[in-house]
């Protein structure tokens, strides 16, 4: 799932705390962060079963926007525009 948080530039950190408020009982994995001076473009991984669950309860803070979702990360990451990011 891709996501935009409009907080502002936020760290790795701060990004995953903000989604783990807004989806206390669903387990995700944040792959992509990219940070900008107006907003946060994340992606995170979970289960497709949670997928309209997570959808809805993040459609109800107007500071996050979900922007697109697939089963592939790969095409979220094209969707958005982001490059996989190398491994470390």
Known sequence: MGLRINKGELSRNSASKIIEQNLPEINFRLLDCLSFQSDTLVIIRLDLENKEMARR?????PEIESLTTSG???LVRERMGLVRPPRK
């Not at 309860?57 to 803070?61: A, D, I, R």
């Open 57 to 61: 309860k993040l459609h109800s803070n």
């Open 72 to 74: 592939k990360i790969r």
